[in-house]
């Protein structure tokens, strides 16, 4: 069972900053909300967060992807879902992206593509902030 990575360190040592810099208290499994909407956030804290973000979305779209391929492998056909890689018991759980929606998967020629996006902080896919993992890795 492939079992999904945790939160990268850095992450939650920067949202703690954040959250003592603006003076409230942390989430307790935060997707959280795009940080440029935050007042009074340093621009320079607000554009790490948002990378973080990203780079989170790439490794966990990585990670399901294979998961993905190893359903695949095992029964011959592409999962539907995210939900039915747990429902296969190839992941322990689904997790949300980093702004707090499902990953899309999506397969093509019978499982041989296969595809993980996150539709990023706008949340309307075939934007540039989507983050995609393919084939190619990214």
């Known amino acids: 069972m ?16 954040l959250v003592a810099a603006c003076g409230g208290a942390p989430p307790e499994d935060p997707p959280a909300p795009s940080p440029a909407s935050s007042p009074g956030l340093p621009q320079q804290v607000v554009h790490e967060l948002e ?9 966990e779209a990585q990670q399901l992807r294979a998961a993905a391929e190893l359903h695949v492998l095992r029964t011959g056909a592409c999962p539907a879902s995210v939900e039915a890689l747990v429902e296969a018991r190839e992941l322990d759980r689904a997790r949300p992206d980093p702004w707090g929606r499902a990953y899309v998967l999506s397969c093509a020629d019978q499982g041989r ?23 190619e890795g990214g």
Do not use: E, F
Request: proline share 8%; charged share 20%.
């Open 2 to 17: 492939l079992a999904m990575l945790r939160t990268p360190p850095a992450i939650p040592l920067l949202l703690a900053m």
């Open 51 to 59: 990378q973080a973000q990203r780079d989170t979305a790439r490794v």
């Open 113 to 135: 593509t296969i595809a993980v996006s996150s539709l990023g902080p706008d949340a309307q896919a075939g934007t540039d902030d989507d983050v995609t993992v393919d084939a």
